[in-house]
């Protein structure tokens, strides 16, 4: 390269060089990086060829780069309007943010594309279609027929319809997790959850042999996946309660935790009270956000009756296990009394009232018997609830009937006797 080199001529360069020039003059002379500074004053006006080819191959530079320029321009501008397009074709995100208890948010793994979610939910409704058909001929069957050959075909399409149910349920909250999932999509599933619900009653309504004569309270829930959906709600609240018991027939076997059995909360406070096995801790009871853990082991699959009672003066709490008390405390939010005018849900952890459900934190398994008293029960009734040693004892607060609860998003509802599990 040729670095552009002024050479002053005149009085600026001494004495010796300035005398006889007359005026001062500038020239400018292209001289090697590694060239002689000094020797290029010989160059005069015999450099002038050599600048002019330096200036035309500079200028051909400039005009490359301007090519170079506009070129990446065009790139832009294609770029853009792909992303244009992009944009275009996506639809609006769905209302609402995801969030989640202790700071967990909504999934967002994975990266549904359009056509492939909505070519899944329509095989979602046809799989729903197909099960409706079904039960549509099971029920008129049960019209024709003796009931023990209907429980025997009623028996023997509803294992086949859990299996579709699992099924359908797994993709709808495949769909669930993609990122920005379109409107439409998240109405068509949740018409979907809302069939499910339909068809699991009419599944409960075949029973009606039996449902007609058993008392209110011998029934179950039943949570068989781990989503943000599928939860009951207790029609009623709980009022301002300076002391309860809570007691419940529970079983499972998921892993890590069986999750939230129930939550109750109120404005301002999502953790008023819950009743939550999350990860690989141990179960918790939160009473306004304070912690106390419970002694439990249940999570075998089997059949076990629990009851955490608590006063407000001192915070005092007891818990117990099968009818026997293995753990107590005390300071578990003292002279807190539980505030009135909340929502009571089974099956899911809340982070605002009634909502805010995270998947991770949602009860798996079979519950029972859920019954709130505004009392602590002594160790006797305790005792005589879970060994059905006495007359059934219903929740002075909250009574195990099934007028008294709503499910949604699938939970489903079966004949359940406690005394039976005893033997």
Same mark, same amino acid.
């Given at each position: ?42 160059? =005069?006006?015999? $450099? ?5 080819? !330096?200036?035309? &191959? *500079?200028?051909? +530079?400039?005009?490359?780069? %301007? ?42 793994? =994975?990266?549904? $594309? ?5 070519? !899944?939910?329509? &095989? *979602?409704?046809? +799989?729903?279609?197909?099960? %409706? ?291």
């Amino acid at each position: 390269r040729l670095l552009p080199l002024l050479l002053l001529l005149g009085p600026a360069l001494g004495p010796a060089l300035g005398q006889g020039l007359g005026q001062t003059r500038f020239i400018c002379t292209s001289v090697p990086l590694d060239g002689d500074v000094c020797a290029a004053s010989a160059l =005069g006006t015999g $450099s002038a060829e050599e600048l002019k080819g !330096t200036v035309l &191959q *500079l200028r051909e +530079t400039v005009l490359q780069q %301007k090519e170079t320029i506009m070129n990446q321009k065009e790139t832009i501008r294609e770029l853009t309007a792909k992303l244009g397009r992009c944009e275009s074709q996506s639809v609006l995100e769905l209302p609402g943010e995801g969030k989640g208890r202790k700071g967990f948010s909504k999934n967002t793994m =994975g990266d549904l $594309s359009r056509p492939a979610a909505a070519e !899944t939910l329509s &095989q *979602l409704g046809q +799989t729903l279609q197909s099960l %409706k058909t079904r039960l549509e001929n099971l029920e008129q069957f049960s019209r024709m027929n003796s009931s023990s050959q209907t429980n025997n075909l009623k028996d023997i399409l509803q294992n086949k319809i859990d299996d579709l149910e699992k099924q359908v349920l797994s993709r709808v909250n495949s769909l669930e997790e993609g990122k920005l999932s379109p409107r439409n999509e998240s109405e068509e599933r949740g018409k979907i959850e809302s069939t499910l619900t339909s068809l699991h009653q009419r599944i409960s309504d075949l029973e009606k042999g039996q449902k007609d004569n058993r008392p209110p309270d011998r029934f179950q829930l039943t949570f068989s996946l781990r989503t943000n959906y599928m939860y009951a709600k207790v029609k009623k609240s709980l009022p301002e309660m300076y002391a309860f018991s809570i007691c419940m027939w529970i079983k499972s076997s998921a892993s890590p935790g069986m999750g939230t059995p129930f939550s109750y909360a109120v404005p301002g406070q999502a953790n008023e009270l819950v009743l939550i096995e999350w990860g690989n801790n141990p179960m918790e009871i939160l009473i306004n956000d304070k912690v106390a853990k419970l002694p439990f082991a249940i999570n075998d699959g089997k059949w076990h009756h629990i009851c955490v009672t608590w006063t407000t003066r001192d915070g005092v709490w007891e818990a117990y296990q099968d009818g026997t008390q293995t753990g107590n405390g005390e300071n578990l939010a003292p002279y807190h009394p539980i505030k009135p005018q909340g929502v009571l849900v089974l099956g899911q952890e809340q982070d605002t009232l009634g909502g805010g459900f995270d998947a991770t934190q949602a009860f798996v398994g079979e519950l029972a018997h859920f019954n709130v008293w505004d009392r602590k029960l002594s160790p006797g009734e305790v005792y005589g609830l879970a060994t059905c040693s006495s007359k059934a004892l219903a929740g002075n607060v909250i009574a195990w009937a099934e007028a008294n609860i709503d499910i949604y998003g699938g939970a489903t509802k079966w004949t359940f006797e406690a005394c039976r599990q005893l033997n």
